[in-house]
């Protein structure tokens, strides 16, 4: 399985741009990277994935570097109910199982 | 978007009986589900996978004799915890993923039950 890094915390300003980082060195060709994130005393929610190219939804974008080692969520304009953990996550294939690491807690300050 | 419900949302029960959580697909229906145990100010923590209409695979240190799961329809799965102690006091996650339409493959998760043994 792929291993991946990502900042234990961090902090942005209301309505300002967030760019959560994650190395992911180890990925496969092949693996998704998926993000997920968890409210306070809520279950995950998925949040956006990708494969090679960078990708947009409603809720964020996914900027993956060209050899596919790291990968950054872009909120565009975060708001406080943004705080959450975000788990960013690569599986081999689309119906793989979910593995959770650590995460990056944000923090939005009003 | 795809609705996956848990009921109860929390329990307290007390030490060395069985609780039961039961996990619902509302509006697809989900060959697949799976269930997560998450402590307090750590990650969820996969526990096992659930197939429709087979047994459970369980990840490695799960006790399966403890951790009871039955995966009955495609709608439905449940888990019951037996004999129950105050470590298994944990929030339990279930999330079920949708295998047809447009969001193929998406996981899906429930909004959690907290179990307090006593």
């Known amino acids: 399985d792929a291993k991946t890094t990502q900042p234990n915390s961090m902090e942005s300003n209301e309505e300002e741009p967030v760019h959560l980082p994650c190395n992911h060195s180890?990925?496969?060709?092949?693996?998704?990277i998926h993000w997920y994130r968890q409210l306070p005393s809520q279950g995950p929610e998925y949040v956006i994935h990708?494969?090679?190219s960078n990708v947009n939804n409603r809720m964020a974008s996914l900027a993956i570097a060209e050899d596919r080692k790291s990968s950054t969520l872009i909120l565009h304009r975060a708001t406080l109910r943004d705080a959450a953990v975000y788990y960013c996550?690569?599986?081999?294939?689309?119906?793989?199982?979910?593995?959770f690491g650590k995460g990056t807690r944000l923090h939005i300050l009003p | 978007g795809a609705v996956v419900s848990q009921h109860p949302s929390w329990v307290i029960c007390k030490s060395g009986t069985s609780v039961k959580i039961e996990c619902r697909s509302l509006?697809?229906?989900?060959?697949?589900m799976f269930w997560y145990r998450q402590f307090p100010k750590q990650s969820l923590m996969l526990m096992a996978t659930?197939?429709?209409?087979?047994?459970?695979?369980?990840e490695q240190g799960v006790e399966k004799d403890k951790f009871l799961i039955n995966h009955a329809s495609l709608t439905l799965s449940t888990l019951t915890v037996t004999s129950a102690h105050p470590e298994d006091s944990s929030f339990y996650i279930c999330?079920?993923?949708?295998?047809?339409?447009?969001?193929?493959?998406?996981?899906?998760f429930g909004p959690g039950t907290r179990l307090t043994v006593t």
């Open positions: 659930s197939n429709e209409g087979s047994k459970a695979t369980y």
């Open positions: 509006d697809f229906q989900a060959t697949t």
């Open positions: 996550i690569p599986t081999v294939n689309r119906d793989d199982k979910i593995i």
């Open positions: 990708g494969l090679t």
């Open positions: 999330s079920a993923r949708d295998w047809q339409g447009p969001n193929a493959y998406e996981q899906y």
């Open positions: 180890t990925i496969s060709g092949t693996d998704y």
